[in-house]
């Protein structure tokens, strides 16, 4: 059990695939320039990878060593194109407003690197809980990119006016270089807080021992 | 002719696929660590963006579109390409062994670089003829060569520069393309797309 939720929560912050491994950089740049935009993409590309995960680690034994990599393709590209119709069927203006980078998900680097090194050796379930992992773990960063540029940008986070409308938003936020430096700061801030926990972590360690020590001393 | 001229200008400077569409970022900060290995993948990257245009351009208008099968075309285009990344590789392997050795170990990673497949999907999406797609798929590649050419160029300054060590390796990165990108948008008024 404690294996299952290891695999679980490491996507979710120690191997998070946007803001630690920056794999899949393309829709993370380009779709957050407001929190619902960036939560759409993020559970779009989560179905597609649960769903490509579980069918790849269902045919790991059928598939050939040589060609594997075409069928994976193939296998992923099947779940975009019903996620694609999906969407486009049911949220017409969603599925504008992401335009090209719903068929993208495609080459998203993350569905195929968890299919290489995780769901091609792996059981099924636990393939299935790494790919929720993992998804959640992009959903979660999207959307806080999304919520920090919408607010930034215009004052409003998932389209409810938080400032007041006469407030100066910076509109830089929701333009192109907006995303560059939101990711960036975030990609610091975050290697920031990792190393706090890390020293609290050693002075944790290092406080036992001495303490040990003088027990038995 | 001056259609043409419009395209490639727009898709070099105004609408530049790395800074204002975000398509290809993976490589864009993977592999601009060095000048040399920055304009290699560029030009490996133009070459197969010229070539799976024109290929893909050919299965939608002669293939897809007649038989009606538009739903297929995302898994048509990956397909083309990542046959077309293989079978570049294999030519060069056997006709330009210099070549090959300089773009060789870029053309695999092609396959997976976003801005190849947004490239076909733009092209259908707009409506090009044969000639517009060949010349936009040119203008991208050399808009993704001069993109990730100057972000080699800063990163092999910044590696004397004072940085923060949070912000060392992808945040600086990521803020110094933010920066170019700003100064990409300065280009959004040349021409009226």
Known sequence: ?217 | MGELALIFIGSVLVNNFVLVRFLGICPFLGVSKELDTALGMGMATTFVLVLSGAATWLVQTYILTPFGMPFLQNVAFILIIASLVQLVEMFLQKTSPGLYRALGIFLPLITTNCAVLGLAILVSQKGYTLIQTIVFALGTGVGFTLALAMMAGIREQLQFADIPKALQGAGIALITAGLMSMAFMGFSGLIAM
């Open chain 1, 1 to 217: 059990m404690n294996s299952v939720r290891r695999e679980f929560l490491k996507g979710l912050w120690d191997e998070h695939p946007t803001f630690r491994l920056l794999i899949g950089m393309c829709p993370t740049l380009a779709v957050t320039t407001a929190a619902a935009n960036g939560l759409a993409m993020g559970l779009a590309t989560t179905f597609v990878l649960v769903c490509s995960s579980v069918m790849i680690s269902l045919m790991k034994n059928l598939i050939p060593k040589k060609v594997r990599i075409p069928c994976y393709i193939i296998i992923v590209a099947t779940f975009v194109t019903i996620a694609d119709m999906v969407l486009a069927a049911n949220f017409p203006e969603l599925h504008k407003v992401l335009g090209l980078f719903i068929p993208l998900i495609v080459v998203n680097c993350i569905i195929l690197g968890r299919a290489e090194a995780y769901a091609s050796k792996m059981p099924v379930f636990y393939s299935f809980i790494d790919a929720l992992g993992m998804g959640l773990g992009i959903t979660w960063g999207l959307t806080f990119l999304g919520v920090v540029r919408e607010f930034l940008g215009m004052g409003t986070v998932f389209g409810a006016q938080i400032l007041p409308a006469t407030a100066t938003s910076w509109v830089i936020f929701i333009l192109p270089p907006g995303a560059f430096f939101t990711l960036g700061i975030v990609v610091g801030a975050m290697n920031q807080i990792n190393y706090a926990l890390a020293r609290r972590k050693r002075e944790r360690a290092t406080g036992s021992i001495t303490a040990h020590q003088a027990v038995q001393g």
